[in-house]
């Protein structure tokens, strides 16, 4: 049971190009988050999925594409990297979609990213 | 305002030193609570729950107040490995019955020995 992967772990990018993270899950997990954490701002949601084939905005999605073809993947995009996408990069997926109190979030280990 | 709010510290106690922090929301809607804990460079990971009742999880204790919309993370007899950033999680149900799970910025414990 690998829980949340992340590909890829460390990127290096020039400012102009694109990528794409992947997460993939494999605990059938509904709901499925994209963030980036940058020093002294803490986690800022960019996308998330409710399920497969849907996606919603998060508060910081400008610049950054999301797609959940299948339910147990989650990819980001970045069309046209800009330096201010510099971060390190957090996917999660959650335990239940239900209105209990259990909300155990289970993290990749991040992707860190550096845009020259 | 933030819609989660904490105290970024740093927090620096020596080793044994009970130590609290506090979290603050806006939303008066949200519906539960929860303490994370990060190391450096690390993914967050799952401290423990809020509940109303407030709960206890050996040295950890956690209370949630809902009238003054504040959550609180305490730790008693603070050892070294204690040292991490502590972020408080905030799950509302935003426009068409999503989950959304905001973050605060975290608090920075140190314990020095």
């Known amino acids: 049971n690998a829980g949340v992967t992340q590909t890829p772990k460390f990127r290096v990018l020039k400012t102009g190009q694109s990528m794409t993270l992947l997460c993939a899950q494999d605990m059938n997990h509904e709901y499925m988050y994209w963030y980036r954490q940058d020093p002294g701002m803490g986690l800022r949601l960019i996308h998330y999925?409710?399920?497969?084939?849907?996606?919603a905005k998060g508060e910081v999605p400008d610049g950054y594409n999301v797609s959940r073809l299948k339910k147990q993947n989650f990819l980001l995009g970045l069309e046209s990297a800009a330096p201010s996408q510099t971060s390190v990069y957090f996917c999660?997926?959650?335990?239940?979609?239900?209105?209990?109190?259990?909300?155990?979030?289970?993290f990749g280990e991040g992707s860190r990213l550096t845009v020259l | 305002r933030k819609e989660v709010e904490q105290d970024p510290g740093p927090f620096n106690v020596p080793e044994g030193a009970t130590v609290a922090f506090n979290c603050t929301y806006s939303?008066?809607?949200?519906?539960?609570f929860f303490w994370y804990r990060q190391d450096c460079r690390k993914e967050p990971k799952l401290l423990m729950s809020?509940?109303?009742s407030g709960n206890e999880d050996g040295r950890f204790t956690a209370q949630l107040n809902r009238a003054s919309q504040y959550i609180s993370l305490l730790i008693r007899d603070s050892k070294l490995s204690d040292s991490a950033t502590y972020l408080c999680v905030v799950i509302s149900i935003s426009s068409g019955s999503a989950r959304q799970l905001t973050f605060g910025s975290g608090t920075q414990l140190t314990v020095l020995p």
């Open positions: 999925s409710v399920g497969e084939g849907t996606t």
């Open positions: 999660a997926s959650l335990l239940r979609n239900d209105y209990s109190n259990t909300g155990e979030l289970f």
């Open positions: 939303n008066s809607a949200s519906q539960s």
């Open positions: 809020v509940y109303s």
